[in-house]
């Protein structure tokens, strides 16, 4: 099974700082998801990529397989930005479906 | 498009008693998956399906089943419930199977007292 973590587990920035949330893995995966999570609950899919780098407005995702590692970045920040943020994979052919991190909980401050 | 629907969206039940949730996907997406979120355990992936199909399934009791009609549409049921069944359960939806990106459900929070 999969272990997925997460850091920081809380980061408290101020407007306009760059973000950078890391996301690491034990085993290899097919695909890696990048999910934000406003109070409430309602969950927004940001990125899902197996290779490279993939960039949407201010938000940009990473994944090094070989290192077995992601990081999602924030440039920019804004309040609006304040939400969790989870990494999730899906390896083994998807047969344990998606294996989830923590989240991390991001606070912009204005 | 409409988004992907969960009812209800709300609800309270008393220990042994059991609960039916559904699940709307986007129209033309034949992937349903099913998640749990409590503040312990974080997210937990309880099953997938496809085509009306169990593709998929976690490591969750067999009190947890699921099912999915011929329009995509899903239910699950949880039986005998118990305390810690008590958790927002999400479904989400993508075009084919779980590769795919996948579109969340608001949830439906379910409090067992």
């Known amino acids: 099974k999969n272990e997925v973590e997460q850091s920081p587990q809380n980061l408290t920035a101020q407007e306009g700082e760059f973000i950078t949330i890391n996301c690491s893995y034990s085993?290899?995966?097919?695909?890696l998801h990048w999910l934000q999570q406003h109070p409430g609950g309602g969950i927004v899919s940001l990125f899902m990529?197996?290779?490279g780098k993939k960039k949407h407005g201010r938000l940009i995702a990473t994944i090094n397989i070989q290192e077995k590692h992601s990081s999602l970045h924030i440039t920019a920040s804004h309040p609006r930005d304040s939400a969790v943020y989870i990494c999730?994979?899906?390896?083994?052919?998807?047969?344990?479906?998606?294996?989830f991190g923590k989240g991390t909980h991001l606070i912009i401050q204005p | 498009k409409a988004g992907v629907t969960q009812t209800p969206r709300y609800l309270i039940k008393t220990r042994g008693q059991q609960v039916t949730l559904s699940c709307s996907p986007i129209?033309?997406?034949?992937?349903v998956s099913w998640y749990q979120q409590t503040p312990g355990q974080g997210l937990q992936f309880l099953f997938e399906?496809?085509?009306?199909?169990?593709?998929n399934k976690g490591n969750f009791p067999g009190r947890f089943s699921g099912r999915q009609f011929s329009n995509s549409r899903s239910e699950m049921n949880v039986s005998t419930l118990e305390l810690g069944d008590s958790a927002l359960y999400l479904c989400?939806?993508?075009?084919?199977?779980?590769?795919?990106?996948?579109?969340f459900g608001p949830g439906t929070r379910l409090t067992v007292t």
């Open positions: 989400a939806s993508s075009e084919s199977t779980a590769d795919y990106e996948q579109y």
């Open positions: 085993v290899g995966i097919s695909a």
């Open positions: 990529l197996s290779s």
């Open positions: 999730a994979v899906l390896s083994g052919g998807g047969a344990d479906g998606l294996t």
């Open positions: 129209s033309g997406h034949r992937s």
């Open positions: 399906y496809f085509s009306e199909t169990q593709r």
